[in-house]
Structure formats: C-alpha cells, structure tokens
C-alpha cells in the first residue's frame, strides 16, 4: 500500500519532519541534528524505493487528493524525475551529515533554524522534481529559492549583501517564470504539463506561447545561472557557510537545469524551442561562451571557494550546451553532467570547508603543502580535480564524452572546440591547486599544525570520492537504462 | 526593544480592540466556507491583534500574554497539522489530502471534506498568525 505513496512521500517526509525538527529543537538543541537525518534518510529510501519501481514498471503517475488532471495536481515519477530525486536527497543526506561539526563551529546558536530550513530546502528541491503542474512547480520553485536565501545569508559579514543580490535576480527570475506560465495557462487553459504538451503544438504559431517560452526560458535561465545571467553567485557562493554551499552548490542550480530539460521535453517540445522560436541555439551558444569565460575567471581567483564558484558556473554551461545542442547524445551528455557535476562539486565544496574548518585558510596561494597534513582529504579532492579536468575513469570524463559526441552530431566543431579548451583551462586550474598541495614544502605555522578534518566531514567527503570513480564504472548501466529511455521517448 | 506607547487613549482602545480582533479571526476561520474569510484571512487578522499589543504595550508586557518563544512553535505546528493531515488520509488508504478518506465515523462523505478542509483551515491559521508574528518579532528584535 505504501508504494503506492512512494512518490509524495520523497517530498512530504522532508516537510514533515523540517517541522519536527524545529519542534524537537526547541524542546533541545541537540536533538536537531538526529532528527534532520532521520528525515533526509527516509527521503533517500523513498527516492530509491521510487527509482526501482520505475525501472521495473515505468513511470508512476500520483494524483493529489484523489483529483485526476488536468483539474488536480498530478506527481510523476518518470525515469529522468525518479533519477534526479535519488541525486538530490542523497546529496542532501551527505550534506547533513558533514554540516554537524561545521555549523557546530561556525553558527552554534542557529543550528535549530538551519536544520528545518535544510530539510524545506530539500522538500522544495524534491517537488520541483516530481511535480507534473506548471503551477505547482513555481509553489515549490520559491520554497527552495526562498529557503536557499535565508540559507546563504546566515554566512560571513558580506554574506547577507550577496543573498540580497541573489533575491532580487531570483525573484526577477521566479517572476518571469509565473509569467510564462501565465500565459500558457490563457492560451490552453491547463496548468498539467502533459496536457499542456497535448494542447501547445496547434497554437505553437500564436505570440502568446512564443512570449511564454521566452519567459520561461530566460527566467529558469536566471536561477540557474546560465551565463550573462549569472552575476549573483560568485558571491553568494564565497560567503555562505561551508556546510550550506556543500548542500546548495550541488543541487540548486542542476535542479533548475532540470526544470529546463523538463520544459524542453514534457511541455514545449525540442521540435518548438529549436525550430519555431531558436531558444535552443542561443542557450548552447551561451553555454559555450560561458564555459570558456567562466574558466578564464576560475583560473583568476585566488579564493579557493570563489574559484570553485566559477567552475561551477562553466560546469552548469556544460549542462546548458547539452540543453541546447537537443539532440539525443548531448541531451543525455548534460544529463549525465548534472549527476556527475552533483558529485564532483559536492566534493570540492566539503574539502574547502574541511580546511577551513581545521586551518581557516581559504586562500589558494597559502595552500603549500596541505597535502602532507590532510591525506585523505586532499587525496579526495585531487580525484575530484581531475574528475572535473575529465581523466577517466572518473565520472567527469564520461559527461564530456557524451557532449562531444553529441556536438559532432550536430556537426558543430566550434562546441567541440570549447569542451576540449575547456579541459584544458579546468587542468591550469585545477593543476595549480594540485602542485601547490602535494608537492610544495609547508612553509606557514598554520599548515604545519593542520590535521585531518573529524570522521563526521571526512567520511562524506571520501565517500562523495569513491562515488566520482564508482560512477564512471557504472555510467553505461545510467545510460542505457535510466537516460536513454528518456531520450528515446522524446525524440521518436 | 518596543517600549509601552505613552498615550492613555491609545493604550486602552488596544487593550479593548485585541480580544474583539481575535474573535473577529475566530469568526474569519470558521465562516470560511460560506462567507468571506478562511485560514489566511483569519490567521492574519489574528496575527494583527497581537502585534497591536506588542506596539502599544511593549514587547515586555505583551510578551506575559504572548512569549516570543511561542509564535514560531504555533507556526510550525499550524503547517504541521496541515502536512499531517494528509498522511492521516494516507493511512486512510486514500491519496494524499483526499479529504474522503479521514477517519471519521458516522459521516457522508460530503461532511468528511467539510470537516477535512476545517482542520486544513486551523493548520492555515496557526501557521499564518505564528509565522506573522515571528516576522515582526524578529523585524522588531534588538541587536545582540
């Protein structure tokens, strides 16, 4: 009988339990945290419950309160939503994992707060991802949005002035995207996705859902920071607290991408926004600037966090190119990318913490012989390297194969170009840090008396390590099973 | 710190007007269904008395009636008895908020979703009025 509930359950167990977690934490502050991960823990096991039942069975399709669409809210659990929800509450419980001993050190007096705001960041997360409304999804859209603010500005001094920047270009965002959504629902009358996809292609011609289209494309192409778009999270990213950027850099902007992959392939099809309107070209030719610009700029910072934030924007370009190449090779390329960037990013974001939180360094030029005192820290951290430069047999490599092929399909030589500059410009980066870890000689008290994080940060890091390498074992099993069904049954 | 509002007049038309505001939010929430009104409006107008104490009295005097502890918890367990509901109906072997399948007895089912969409409307108020006042507690707070 509960399986039959598996699919609202991902995101109701996390609501339900953000508030017992602040009902428990008022009683005692200690017991937040245990509560926190017992919610996010059965969210992980209802993802996966959820992911096994749609390999078996395909996708799984929940009507809220009994009312079937296009008049209720209809949750789908199709392969691309089942796959994200896995990626996206087991990042969630790594990350509260590792936050204990970091908020412990860094906020001890708000750990109840960021606690039940983790887990609504999470259960937002989730029902963007399993919804099948347009509507609904923008309910869930501002939960995580509003959450990731509230989230981001707890941080250093600057902190709160970045979140105000991010608030003011994610309600631009969040607005543009209502707007679009507006407009589809008085051309077609419906707000259920599938329906909408039903009744779009015999007005594909009328200005109405071309103007929706270009909303909703540029105001997910905001929150997700798509490059021109993107000048609110650098710092953002900087000042947040180490805990909450290992949580939100993973997911929030892939979970926009998300949002546009879905818009691209259940609501507009790829046929509209490449041929009718070319949405499509200008994304994927933005995406291949901003990778090449966005790596210029990491290899400019010398913050080890700021850094980051811009690999981060290159890398969510990598997703966008796949987005906008909308062909089945480079639609699954950024797919993947989305898993395997989750995973990568998640890793380096927690090594940064874990030095901040035993040396307070963040700059990158002080780094000298970190690698000596941390082993297992910066060992993981060079395999995230090079995943992200793309050596196999780490995740990165395979995602960047994908997009390749997926551009010389599309006979674009210039996108392969930039995938192969853009490795290129991710080793002077990344070889930069390496050198400097692994093979300069200390030469500062602060790294002499470094040590290894505690076993609470250093298990999810290693582990988020073992699953860059594990997932570039296991990405032909993905592939053929999870994103090729996806694929297939857009483009036939 | 809000300190008390030095002004009689004013003073003693709060103190009279709050209770009335509060049954007023009452009266909001539980005529929804068939008058203007409902959780939100009745949450909001309920949140409204107590900050009009909060500003004439002071944050310390009203605080006796109202701990600032007490309006986050009141909003937590407003949207908490709204989510939990929807899992009673689940164990009810209905879907999620199908206010059908309550488990109450010796009812239609058009009474269950009578009474199902009264106690969606209590978790709406709670969560509303805690949430409202916690905004202006925190907006209102001192610097530590």
Same mark, same amino acid.
């Given at each position: 009988?509960?399986?039959?509930?598996?699919?609202?359950?991902?995101?109701?167990?996390?609501?339900?339990?953000?508030?017992?977690?602040?009902?428990?934490?008022?009683?005692?502050?200690?017991?937040?945290?245990?509560?926190?991960?017992?919610?996010?823990?059965?969210?992980?096991?209802?993802?996966?419950?959820?992911?096994?039942?749609?390999?078996?069975?395909?996708?799984?399709?929940?009507?809220?309160?009994?009312?079937?669409?296009?008049?209720?809210?209809?949750?789908?659990?199709?392969?691309?939503?089942?796959?994200?929800?896995?990626?996206?509450?087991?990042?969630?419980?790594?990350?509260?994992?590792?936050?204990?001993?970091?908020?412990?050190?860094?906020?001890?007096?708000?750990?109840?707060?960021?606690?039940?705001?983790?887990?609504?960041?999470?259960?937002?997360?989730?029902?963007?991802?399993?919804?099948?409304?347009?509507?609904?999804?923008?309910?869930?859209?501002?939960?995580?949005?509003?959450?990731?603010?509230?989230?981001?500005?707890?941080?250093?001094?600057?902190?709160?002035?970045?979140?105000?920047?991010?608030?003011?270009?994610?309600?631009?965002?969040?607005?543009?995207?209502?707007?679009?959504?507006?407009?589809?629902?008085?051309?077609?009358?419906?707000?259920?996705?599938?329906?909408?996809?039903?009744?779009?292609?015999?007005?594909?011609?009328?200005?109405?859902?071309?103007?929706?289209?270009?909303?909703?494309?540029?105001?997910?192409?905001?929150?997700?920071?798509?490059?021109?778009?993107?000048?609110?999270?650098?710092?953002?990213?900087?000042?947040?607290?180490?805990?909450?950027?290992?949580?939100?850099?993973?997911?929030?902007?892939?979970?926009?991408?998300?949002?546009?992959?879905?818009?691209?392939?259940?609501?507009?099809?790829?046929?509209?926004?490449?041929?009718?309107?070319?949405?499509?070209?200008?994304?994927?030719?933005?995406?291949?600037?901003?990778?090449?610009?966005?790596?210029?700029?990491?290899?400019?910072?010398?913050?080890?966090?700021?850094?980051?934030?811009?690999?981060?924007?290159?890398?969510?370009?990598?997703?966008?190119?796949?987005?906008?190449?909308?062909?089945?090779?480079?639609?699954?390329?950024?797919?993947?990318?989305?898993?395997?960037?989750?995973?990568?990013?998640?890793?380096?974001?927690?090594?940064?913490?874990?030095?901040?939180?035993?040396?307070?360094?963040?700059?990158?030029?002080?780094?000298?012989?970190?690698?000596?005192?941390?082993?297992?820290?910066?060992?993981?951290?060079?395999?995230?390297?090079?995943?992200?430069?793309?050596?196999?047999?780490?995740?990165?490599?395979?995602?960047?194969?994908?997009?390749?092929?997926?551009?010389?399909?599309?006979?674009?030589?210039?996108?392969?170009?930039?995938?192969?500059?853009?490795?290129?410009?991710?080793?002077?980066?990344?070889?930069?840090?390496?050198?400097?870890?692994?093979?300069?000689?200390?030469?500062?008290?602060?790294?002499?008396?470094?040590?290894?994080?505690?076993?609470?940060?250093?298990?999810?890091?290693?582990?988020?390590?073992?699953?860059?390498?594990?997932?570039?074992?296991?990405?032909?099993?993905?592939?053929?099973?999870?994103?090729?069904?996806?694929?297939?049954?857009?483009?036939? | 710190?809000?300190?008390?509002?030095?002004?009689?007049?004013?003073?003693?038309?709060?103190?009279?007007?709050?209770?009335?505001?509060?049954?007023?939010?009452?009266?909001?929430?539980?005529?929804?269904?068939?008058? +203007?009104?409902? /959780?939100?409006? @009745?949450?909001? $107008?309920? %949140?409204?008395?107590?900050?009009?104490?909060? &500003?004439?009295? *002071?944050?310390?005097?009203?605080?006796?009636?109202?701990?600032?502890?007490?309006? +986050?918890?009141? /909003?937590?367990? @407003?949207?908490? $008895?709204? %989510?939990?509901?929807?899992?009673?109906?689940? &164990?009810?072997? *209905?879907?999620?908020?199908?206010?059908?399948?309550?488990?109450?007895?010796?009812?239609?089912?058009?009474?269950?979703?009578?009474?199902? $969409?009264?106690?969606?409307?209590?978790?709406?108020?709670?969560?509303?009025? *805690?949430?409202?006042?916690?905004?202006?507690?925190?907006?209102?707070?001192?610097?530590?």
């Amino acid at each position: 009988m509960i399986l039959n509930h598996i699919i609202v359950l991902i995101p109701i167990s996390l609501l339900v339990f953000s508030f017992i977690t602040f009902l428990l934490g008022t009683v005692r502050r200690s017991l937040a945290y245990p509560t926190a991960l017992v919610g996010s823990a059965i969210s992980v096991a209802c993802s996966v419950v959820g992911l096994i039942l749609v390999l078996q069975g395909g996708p799984i399709h929940y009507y809220l309160g009994g009312w079937p669409p296009p008049i209720g809210i209809e949750y789908v659990l199709d392969y691309l939503s089942a796959f994200m929800a896995v990626l996206t509450t087991f990042i969630g419980f790594i990350s509260i994992v590792y936050s204990r001993k970091s908020f412990a050190q860094e906020l001890p007096h708000k750990v109840v707060p960021l606690y039940t705001i983790t887990l609504l960041l999470l259960s937002g997360l989730c029902g963007i991802i399993v919804t099948g409304d347009l509507f609904n999804l923008y309910v869930f859209l501002e939960i995580a949005s509003l959450t990731a603010y509230a989230l981001l500005a707890v941080g250093e001094k600057r902190a709160p002035v970045a979140a105000f920047r991010y608030v003011i270009m994610g309600t631009v965002g969040a607005c543009f995207y209502l707007l679009g959504v507006g407009f589809i629902y008085f051309s077609t009358g419906t707000l259920n996705m599938a329906d909408a996809a039903k009744l779009l292609p015999a007005i594909y011609d009328s200005r109405a859902i071309i103007a929706a289209a270009v909303f909703i494309v540029i105001g997910i192409g905001l929150k997700m920071a798509l490059f021109p778009m993107h000048s609110w999270l650098p710092d953002a990213y900087t000042y947040a607290p180490s805990a909450v950027i290992s949580l939100i850099a993973p997911l929030m902007t892939k979970v926009f991408a998300y949002v546009l992959i879905r818009m691209l392939i259940s609501v507009f099809l790829p046929e509209y926004l490449s041929d009718v309107i070319p949405a499509t070209l200008v994304i994927g030719w933005l995406a291949a600037a901003g990778i090449v610009i966005m790596s210029i700029m990491a290899i400019a910072q010398d913050d080890f966090r700021r850094m980051l934030a811009y690999s981060s924007l290159a890398q969510i370009c990598y997703v966008a190119l796949g987005i906008g190449l909308a062909n089945p090779l480079g639609l699954i390329g950024g797919m993947l990318h989305i898993l395997n960037h989750a995973f990568m990013k998640g890793c380096l974001f927690q090594v940064a913490g874990a030095i901040r939180y035993r040396t307070g360094l963040t700059s990158i030029s002080k780094f000298n012989g970190l690698g000596k005192k941390m082993r297992w820290t910066m060992g993981s951290f060079g395999i995230a390297a090079l995943s992200m430069i793309g050596i196999p047999p780490a995740c990165g490599f395979f995602s960047k194969w994908y997009l390749m092929l997926g551009s010389i399909d599309a006979g674009n030589w210039v996108f392969v170009g930039v995938i192969a500059l853009s490795s290129l410009l991710n080793a002077v980066y990344f070889f930069k840090i390496i050198e400097k870890v692994f093979f300069a000689q200390p030469d500062d008290d602060i790294v002499e008396n470094a040590a290894e994080p505690p076993k609470e940060m250093l298990v999810p890091i290693v582990i988020m390590a073992v699953a860059i390498i594990a997932l570039g074992l296991v990405n032909v099993y993905i592939v053929t099973n999870i994103l090729e069904p996806v694929v297939n049954h857009v483009f036939n | 710190m809000i300190a008390k509002y030095k002004n009689i007049v004013v003073n003693i038309a709060s103190r009279v007007m709050a209770p009335f505001m509060m049954l007023y939010a009452l009266y909001a929430l539980f005529h929804g269904h068939s008058s +203007p009104g409902g /959780g939100f409006q @009745g949450g909001a $107008i309920m %949140a409204a008395g107590v900050m009009l104490l909060r &500003l004439t009295l *002071g944050k310390e005097r009203s605080s006796r009636k109202f701990p600032v502890w007490l309006a +986050p918890v009141i /909003g937590t367990t @407003g949207v908490f $008895i709204f %989510a939990g509901t929807g899992i009673v109906t689940m &164990l009810g072997g *209905g879907n999620y908020l199908d206010y059908g399948f309550l488990p109450f007895p010796f009812l239609s089912p058009s009474e269950h979703r009578f009474w199902g $969409i009264l106690i969606i409307e209590i978790g709406v108020f709670l969560g509303v009025s *805690g949430i409202m006042v916690t905004i202006f507690d925190c907006l209102t707070a001192e610097q530590e």
